[in-house]
Every structure is written in C-alpha cells, then in structure tokens.
C-alpha cells in the first residue's frame, strides 16, 4: 500500500457507509466497512465478498462494530445508547463484537473498531472500571484473531482517552482518530488531541464539523471535508508529522441523501488527492 491511500466507509446492509460500488466508482483503493447485520456474517457471505473485493482491486483495512439500538440523535441519547458501556445491553454487545471480530478475520482483516461509549470520567467510579474490563475481554478476543482494537475519538478528551488505553493494560488497543468528533461533541481542539495521541493513532476519519455554540451540550454540525473548523491540511501535516502513513479514510454520515454524499465524497477525494501530493511531494 502506498502512503496515505485513500479510504472511504461503506457499509453492505448496516450502518451510515456509501456502498461498496461507490467506492469503485470514485476511484478509492482502501475502504473501512460497517459490519453487516448479523443474518448476513455467513462464510458464505465473507468468501462472496471478498471476491468483489478482490475483482474491484479494493482493500478493506477495518471492520466496524455498531449495534440495534444505538441512536446519536443528541449528546445525551449517545451516553445512553451507544457502544459497550451502558450496562444492560454489555455482554450481549461483547458477545456481537466477539463475532464481528471473527467475521473481520474471514474477510482478512486485521483491525476491528467501534464507538465504545462514554467512558466515565470519574476513574474511580465503578462504571469506569466495568468498561476497562470490557475493553480487555474485546481485545483478547481480537488477539486471537491476531487483530488490534480501534477506539473510535470523539466522547473522550484526549487526556482521558490516554488514561483509558493505558489502564486497560492491552497492546493492541489503538485509535481510530476522527477529528470532527472531537468538534461535534465538544471534547477538545483536535489538532492539538492529534499530537497528545499520536503514538495510539492507527487508522483515521477524514470528516469535517462545525462547533456547536454549546459545545459538549448540543451537537456541532457535520459538514463537507475541507468546510469546517478542522482544517484539514493542519490535519493532514499533523498526521505527517506524528509519522501516520496509514489510509486516509472519508466518513461523510448523510446516507438519506447518496447523490449529495458521493458528489461531496468525490470533492474529498480531490481535497485529498492535492493535499496529499502537497505534503508528501511537494
Ligand atoms: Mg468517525
């Protein structure tokens, strides 16, 4: 793979992803892809796809955990619903990304991610030990399937989330870094959390936002790449110079309306494209 290929997230029948035909039409030679619904993890379904893959001369470089019943409809629904932490629906969703994990590993695939929650930040507080547990029981499983684990940023600053990856005690805990999170949840100026985590830093997001003028209260907004306050060239020096060469993965979360989201993902493309030549050329 060559440095800084470009990636875009699709999904097959779950999750906020542009189809896999999408990708193959904008030219994009890497993808991350939402774990399909459980009926449709089959062997059968891993060996199909892969073979699409293959046809398409496209790499699949992370596999993405969700599950029923999350909803990021505003920031408190997210702390309640999303990922491993609420406590009532933990060891069944363990149990899903444990079969994600093994699916991931039919598609060859050596990374699984996911959005794992509001960590609490009281580390004393009981919760916040159950999710350091969890965390581990994931990625020994992953280990395994000889996979890392990719913490998806956004709920976290970037100091808690060092704390986290370190007191879960595990080395194939990494980051999943997308900047706009940390702007649409209001958790930290993300240029400056690129640095603090860089050396976590796996794989990432290209997405752009807005800050909310409440931020950490309400949502900022998710906008085209190069539009809104990351400042996306800052963004990609950043990853240069914290040494990231990995796929530069497009997420662009407005699945309601596909022509307007390939149209804006093929713009990102081209904003990529020219960064990248810029700053690993130029
Ligand atoms: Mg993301």
Redesign the pocket.
């Known amino acids: 793979m060559s440095d800084w290929p470009i990636g875009v997230f699709t999904s097959i029948d779950a999750g906020l992803g542009v189809k896999l035909e999408v990708a193959h039409e904008l030219g994009v030679p890497t993808i991350q892809l939402h774990a399909p619904k459980r009926s449709t993890r089959t062997p059968d379904n891993a060996e199909r796809f892969l073979e699409r893959l293959e046809e398409l001369g496209i790499e699949l470089t992370a596999v993405f955990g969700g599950f029923d019943g999350e909803s990021y409809a505003d920031i408190p629904t997210v702390v309640r619903t999303v990922g491993l932490v609420p406590p009532e629906t933990r060891a069944e969703r363990l149990q899903e990304m444990r079969e994600i994990s093994d699916f991931a590993r039919l598609l060859g695939c050596n990374v699984i991610a996911l959005h794992l929650g509001f960590v609490p930040h009281d580390t004393t507080a009981p919760l916040y030990q159950e999710v350091i547990d969890v965390t581990r029981k994931l990625c020994d499983h992953a280990e395994l399937n000889d996979q890392a684990v990719h913490l998806?940023t956004g709920q976290e600053t970037a100091d808690a989330l060092l704390q986290f990856i370190k007191d879960v005690e595990r080395d194939n805990l990494f980051i999943?870094f997308?900047p706009?999170?940390m702007i649409l949840y209001g958790t930290g100026e993300p240029i400056e959390a690129l640095r603090q985590v860089g050396p976590y830093v796996r794989s990432v997001?290209c997405?752009d936002a807005k800050w909310s003028d409440r931020p950490g209260e309400t949502w900022g907004q998710e906008v085209p790449l190069g539009e809104g306050d990351v400042n996306i060239e800052a963004f990609l020096s950043t990853l240069k110079e914290i040494g990231y060469r990995g796929p530069l993965t497009i997420?662009r979360e407005i699945p309601q309306e596909p022509e307007r989201q390939k149209a804006e993902i093929a713009h990102a493309v081209n904003l990529l494209t020219q960064l990248r030549e810029k700053l690993l050329n130029g």
């Open positions: 998806e999943n997308d706009a999170n997001h997405k997420e």
